[in-house]
């Protein structure tokens, strides 16, 4: 038998109903802060990815789906969201006729060649978000605010932790402080981070393996090497978040390890009491990736979550997703002049926007009523021959119990009274 690769899964049923309620939020939230819907392939060229990202980072090194397709070009299965919407906002020119700043949500498949555990698969779901366009702060806060309250809206109590990298300057004069502080303790670092430590010191700071060391505990805080112009937009940030009451809480170890990143980075977890902290989704600014990848200076800030972890996060802290489990009407029918009706019947309730189901296996009278029970029918439609020559059928409530004759022409009306 042929089975789902590993870290990989299928959704179906109240999963799936799970799933469609978490996007029907994100889609609410989206539409009132102003962001479009934006859909990208699900493979891009390598070189997007290995450029963006950087070939010492663990998502390139060790995480990407790597391929070469029949026309020998290397391709790879994304990994994630932003390099391929700075790829569409170049290619597609958008930054020559700028009067508004690009806002653009997305809901898409993300492949990572990860070790599966709880809440992190090779294959995810992840939602995220971009603003394209604006340098001011406000434009962070806006990303920021439409993470806090997406995580509102599903029930959850979220936790905004956030950092500021600083410009080039302040980043370049912190990066040689890190260094210059980590490497008399190189050989008590994991290997990993041996490596990271001249390439990308400040994933050092962010290390699973290290993290509880009080090598890092020690390490210089970022904060202390950011010049007056950095340090005053990170007060800003956080006179705002004041101002909108967004719950937040500042880590001086907080980063983001590639190049393009600067100023404010941000986390957002929620404590839950059975697990403790997790970490739900991040973002940052990234003023410096659209320059990498086209060499046009455009200022950028995003955010993505993982919808796995965000599901666990609901279910650990016992929210109720209120899923529909019921359907409207059950059509029920015995002889052939009956399921004729019955199938004109189900179609015209599903057009007048009732969920209607009938039977499609025969089952006689006997086999569809226990078929309505297990589909929770609020109502069922009894036909028979005698009841139809005088263009009736025979409405039961299948709560109360009480039953009725309807005349077929007014039994949308009718159902429209009593639902």
């Known amino acids: 038998m042929i ?17 469609e309620y978490v996007n029907d939020v994100i889609k609410g939230v989206c539409e009132k802060y102003n962001y479009n819907y934006i859909e990208t392939p699900v493979f891009e060229a390598t070189e997007l990815f290995h450029r963006s990202v950087g070939d010492t980072s663990d998502m390139v090194s060790k995480e990407t789906y790597d391929f070469k397709d029949r026309g020998d070009r290397s391709i790879t299965l994304r990994p994630e969201g932003t390099a391929s919407i700075a790829r569409w906002f170049l290619e597609n020119k958008l930054y020559g006729n700028m009067t508004e700043p690009v806002k653009v949500f997305y809901n898409e498949k993300m492949y990572r060649y990860e070790r599966p555990q709880s809440g992190r698969n090779r294959e ?24 806090y309250q997406t995580y509102c809206l599903l029930g959850l109590e979220p936790v905004i932790k956030i950092n500021s990298l600083g410009d080039k300057e302040s980043r370049d004069n912190y990066r ?34 290290d993290s509880g060391s009080e090598i890092l505990k020690n390490a210089p805080k970022i904060i202390d090497y950011l010049n007056q112009e950095s340090l005053d937009r990170y007060n800003k940030i956080k006179d705002y978040l004041d101002l909108l009451e967004i719950n937040y809480e500042e880590d001086s170890r907080l980063v983001r390890g590639l190049d393009y990143y600067d100023h404010i980075v941000f986390e957002i977890y929620v404590n839950i009491e059975s697990i403790g902290k997790m970490a739900l989704g991040g973002g940052g600014r990234y003023n410096g990736l659209i320059k990498l990848l086209g060499d046009i200076d455009m200022p950028a800030v995003g955010f993505a979550m993982g919808y796995d972890r965000t599901l666990l996060a609901m279910e ?21 002049t009956e399921k004729e009706t019955a199938s004109y019947l189900t179609q015209n309730l599903r057009l007048n926007g009732f969920v209607t189901e009938t039977d499609y296996l025969n089952k006689g009278l ?17 036909l028979n021959d005698k009841d139809l020559e005088d263009n009736k059928v025979n409405v039961k409530d299948n709560m109360t119990k009480e039953e009725e004759k309807v005349n077929i022409n007014d039994l949308v009306d009718y159902l429209d009274m009593h639902m």
């Open 3 to 19: 089975t789902k690769q590993k870290g990989t899964y299928d959704v179906y049923g109240v999963d799936a109903k799970k799933r």
């Open 124 to 147: 995810f779901t992840q939602f995220g978000v971009e603003f394209i366009g604006s340098d001011d702060v406000m434009a962070d806060i806006d990303v920021i605010s439409l993470a």
């Open 176 to 209: 040689e402080a890190l260094i210059n502080y980590l490497r008399p303790h190189i050989d008590e670092l994991c290997d990993d981070c041996k490596q990271r430590l001249e390439k990308n010191p400040l994933r050092v700071l962010d290390c699973k393996v």
């Open 316 to 336: 650990e802290a016992g929210v109720k997703i209120p899923i529909n489990e019921n359907i409207d009407v059950y059509v029920m029918y015995v002889s052939d």
């Open 366 to 382: 006997k086999g569809e009523f226990k078929s309505a029970d297990r589909l929770n029918a609020k109502y069922l439609i009894i």
